[in-house]
């Protein structure tokens, strides 16, 4: 079978078309024709090899020719950060937390947060680019931002719940204390701020353990990816 190392998003394979982003990629800048083959991802686990039939009106048609099943998951780990001032230090969070295969993203507006909205989807563009990069299928959900107060007293259930600040914590552990293969984790990252010391109580009353990720006082990004890959690198044992 011959093989394409063209890889592209498409949230519905069998509709038979990429989206107008996509396939002016596929045309423009790749060149890729009718006949030619693409590997096509849904961010859902699928994987597909297809044929291109059309490249009309800024629209790839294509049909599927073989599909490959994978035994891959998504990194069974939620980050819930808050997200930096400056969109960038926060896109470079999410693009490689995706490549390291996170599974979920709750960002959230705390007491020190710097920035008060989000616009997810320009966020989410920068997960798929990820996605293609690393030859993960699964791509990572990223809500909405909401209170702090709200993720904390959300029942995760059958999650080891952690919480990573600055503060004097004679309950701090170590990650590897706490997190196993076997239980799926959610990890509350603060702002450059930190936590209030109100927003660490509040956390540990609804089940959140205190962890320790180190002596350095870290960027709010920084803390989020070191996070995901001591998870990462449990899990690739």
């Keep these: 079978m011959m093989k394409s190392k063209h890889t592209f998003f498409c949230k519905d394979i069998n ?4 989206d107008e982003g996509e396939s002016m990629h596929a045309t423009k800048v790749m060149r890729l024709q009718e006949g030619d083959l693409m590997n096509l991802i849904d961010g859902k686990g699928r994987l597909a090899q297809v044929k291109i039939t059309s490249t009309q009106k800024k629209e790839v048609g294509f049909d599927v020719v073989h599909e490959e099943t994978t035994d ?5 780990v939620t980050i819930a950060i808050a997200p930096t001032k400056n969109i960038d230090r926060f896109s470079f969070f999410i693009e490689k937390c995706t490549e390291m295969g996170i599974k979920e993203v709750v960002p959230f507006e705390s007491s020190n947060s710097e920035r008060k909205r989000l616009r997810i989807d320009k966020v989410q563009k920068v997960a798929v ?7 993960n299928l699964y791509l990572p959900e990223v809500h909405e931002l909401r209170a702090f107060s709200e993720v904390v007293k959300k029942d995760y259930k059958n999650h080891v719940k952690l919480i990573a600040h600055c503060e004097e914590d004679s309950d701090k552990k170590s990650m590897a ?9 959610i990890i509350l990252i603060g702002p450059e701020g930190d936590f209030s010391p109100e927003e660490i109580n509040l956390a540990k009353e609804n089940g ?3 962890i320790s990720l180190g002596n350095s006082r870290l960027r709010t990004e920084t803390a989020g990816i070191l996070a995901c890959h001591n998870v990462y690198l449990l899990h690739s044992v």
């Design 15 to 18: 509709f038979g078309i990429l």
């Design 72 to 76: 891959q998951h998504p990194l069974p």
């Design 129 to 135: 680019g990820a996605l293609k990069q690393s030859g």
């Design 177 to 185: 204390d706490l997190v196993n293969v076997d239980e799926p984790c």
């Design 208 to 210: 959140f353990q205190p």
